[in-house]
């Protein structure tokens, strides 16, 4: 697995570099935007994921995070500091996968790096399989048809679109922002913010045991929605 590492503290940077390593990582370190950009257009094929401080001299990790998913669905994990941190959520709404803020636990950082990694291999392997099942909810992406407990579910195409956006990213919290950008005007419906409060309902009325206590599409308080650990 070969990580690109940007942060501009050559301390902090040399210190990750080698306990990156020592944990089997290969890695790419770059200490300014600048030379963060060229490697992204010229190596990003070969990236696993991408560990971007948020605040560097010559821009932002918010800029290297909106280039990678510019070009690829490659992970993106920020490195903040406290200070930061009320500014995370805009990172998200870029793409971001998750964050993680300075001073921290070097093993705190490899679980999260293990974890979105684990993710992006479980929505690969999701997306390639016919039928998709969450808790005691199946979807058949062939059919189009959404089951639950084994009967058959009616819901609009927007609720389908919304339901599959949620089903290829398991286990990942995404925000209104990512997900009215997914299904804009989808069978020609104008979304906005209030219409996804409506739709995220109407899913939970149809395929939840308790609407009002929601164990599958889960509200994650000031962030956004998440289905699945």
Known sequence: MKILLVEDDKTIASGLEYSLQQDGFETIICFNAESAKKVISEQLGVIDLCLFDLSLPDGSGYDLCRLVKQQSDKPVIFLTALDDEVNVVMGLDMGADDYITKPFRIRELFSRIKSVLRRYHKQSHTQTKTMIEIENIRINPLEGKVYKNGEEVLVTALEYRLLLIFANHIGQVLTRNQLLERIWDVAGDFVNDNT????????????????????????????GYKVGD
Request: zero cysteines; hydrophobic letters at 30%.
């Open 196 to 223: 996804l409060t409506v739709y995220i309902k109407r899913l939970r009325e149809k395929l939840e045991e308790n609407p009002q206590q929601p164990t599958i599409i889960k509200t994650v308080r000031g962030m």
